[in-house]
């Protein structure tokens, strides 16, 4: 009878959990028992295991093995537990020094052949073994990179179940692995996009100026062709880069949603999303049964979601972003287990006014729908959604004159993403000491409380919402906006011109 312990880590969500892997061999029928709620994948790691096992050249226990993954309550998924199983079995077999359980974590999927492959959430995995004081780390080479990126971990890579091996007999010495980050910041596709480009638009420009300043919402509604996608595509090139906890947070989503480029193993630049309007309420925040996948709306996390023809995207669709819109996570409960994902990104919607999208570009009398239709196809973006976004302007088509005049003196991305660096830099000064980063982020209470603006600031806010045009919801976001454009112009706060901007840039058609 022997006795080996290795040590593995389950992800959840994006969050990496400890797991002992113990194997023990004793008389009996030779075989592989698995034990510690693994799911389907991981089954199937029996045959797995074997079969690399022997074509690396290792003789297999001809013993009963069982095999148990604690704690036992927790579940397993996934195939990035085979590498410390094999090892482990091994270990008991003697074939390999029998290694302490806490001096090094072992993660990868094994091909039949022995070759270690890469396997989905080493960031998050990896941050779990250095917080719980373990930092060598044997990962697959692929994902060598990946695992680099968390300060204190020492990364082990290994192509293959030989060189694992060795690697425990100290015959293997694998090259050490530095941080790798992108030279340009991951700005070249985001630079090739410029916001001058949108001729005939100062309004709409203005509106993405503030959104990407402030972090807040927007919807613009309009004909085909009058730059609501524009705005959208550009409005990335305008955030800063994100800092360094930012940017491995959201690189352990990525990473968990297997859409990690292996050439980019940091993700520094805000993420952008654009499904199409079939797209699923699953698609959007995330599914799974045994393996909770994040969906689009988490894999903008610290970016952008763009829903172009948001009105053709279902209601149910929709209604499910309200939730991350208000706590910047999305909670996804199954019988197994209840997984959270960090969802606080910038939502843009961009809509035609009906169904035929003649209503403004023609003239009023162009319209071929029936009121009833435009009603139901408006409805489709309810209100609790809408009143969750921050700025609400309407896109007309450009007049030759308005695109005249923008030629050649629209201001570039560049010139704008300046000062929104710089309003940047004005709320974390603001917001220093809080759990927020920008002023989209901050409760209304709290706004109101540690930040009071005096009545005559106020007052067109106020009759607003004394007239029914905003809810108290309607409200704060409104406050949120005037410090945002504040921030923009370096005020030190908002004054009644910026209070009636937010305002202006809230209810649509209210400067008309």
């Known amino acids: 009878m022997a006795l080996a312990r290795t040590l593995a880590v389950g992800v959840i969500g994006v969050d990496g959990h400890l797991v002992e892997v113990e194997a023990h061999l004793a008389g009996g ?7 510690g709620l693994p799911d389907a994948a991981l089954a199937e790691a029996r045959d797995r295991i074997r079969a690399a096992v022997l074509n690396s050249g290792q003789k297999w226990p001809d013993e009963r093995i069982t095999v148990g993954l604690f704690p036992a309550t927790l579940p397993k998924s996934g195939s990035g537990f085979d590498l410390a199983m ?3 079995i091994l270990a008991a077999a003697g074939a390999v020094p029998v290694p302490e359980p806490r001096h090094r974590v072992l993660l990868g999927e094994l091909a039949l052949d022995g070759r270690v492959r890469p396997v989905r959430g080493v960031l998050p995995a990896v941050l779990a073994a250095v917080d719980a004081g373990v930092t060598r780390v044997v990962v697959p080479t692929r994902n060598a990179a990946e695992a680099a990126l968390v300060p204190g971990a020492q990364v082990e890579p290994v192509p293959d179940l030989r060189s694992a091996i060795g690697l425990l007999r100290g015959e293997y010495e694998p090259e050490p692995v530095p941080a790798r980050y992108p030279a340009d910041g991951g700005r070249a596709g985001v630079d090739a996009l410029d916001l001058a480009d949108v001729a005939g638009q ?13 972090g807040h919402h927007l919807y613009l509604q309009g004909p085909p062709g009058g730059g609501k996608t524009m705005l959208a595509d550009r409005l990335p090139g305008l955030l800063p880069d994100l800092d360094l906890a930012a940017a491995i947070e959201v690189t352990a989503v990525h990473s968990v949603a297997g859409v990690l480029p292996a050439d980019t193993p940091l993700v520094s630049r805000p993420p952008y999303r654009s499904p199409h309007h079939s797209a699923t309420p699953a698609a959007l925040v995330g599914a799974g049964t045994t393996t909770i996948r994040p969906g689009l709306a988490c894999q903008a996390h610290r970016g952008v979601l763009f829903l172009d023809e948001a009105a053709e995207f279902s209601r149910t669709a929709l209604d ?6 208000e706590s910047g996570t999305i909670e996804i409960a199954r019988a197994r287990m209840t997984t959270r994902f960090p969802a606080r990104f910038l939502l843009v919607l961009a809509a035609n006014p009906c169904p035929c999208a003649r209503a403004r570009a023609a003239g009023a009398n162009a319209c071929e729908c029936p009121s009833a239709v435009r009603r139901r196809y408006q409805a489709r973006l309810s209100g609790p959604l809408l009143d969750r976004i921050d700025l609400q302007i309407e896109v007309g088509a450009p007049s030759r004159a308005e695109l005249r005049a923008d030629s050649g003196t629209a201001e570039s991305s560049a010139v704008v993403a300046q000062r929104v660096a710089a309003a940047r830099t004005a709320m974390r000064s603001r917001l220093r000491g809080t759990p927020w980063r920008t002023n989209a982020e901050v409760p209304g209470a709290v706004l109101r409380r540690n930040w009071p603006l005096p009545p005559e600031v106020t007052s067109a806010a106020d009759r607003a919402y004394e007239t029914g045009s905003l809810t108290a919801r309607g409200l704060d976001r409104v406050l949120r906006v005037a410090w945002t454009l504040a921030d923009l112009e370096g005020a030190g706060r908002p004054g009644p011109a910026q209070l009636g901007l937010a305002l202006d840039l809230r209810i649509p058609g209210r400067s008309r």
């Open 202 to 214: 100062s309004r709409g420009r203005l509106a993405v100026e503030v959104a990407a300043a402030g």
């Open 29 to 35: 029928l030779p075989g592989l028992a698995l034990i």
């Open 86 to 88: 094999a090892l482990a």
């Open 320 to 325: 499910a972003l309200r939730q991350p819109l």
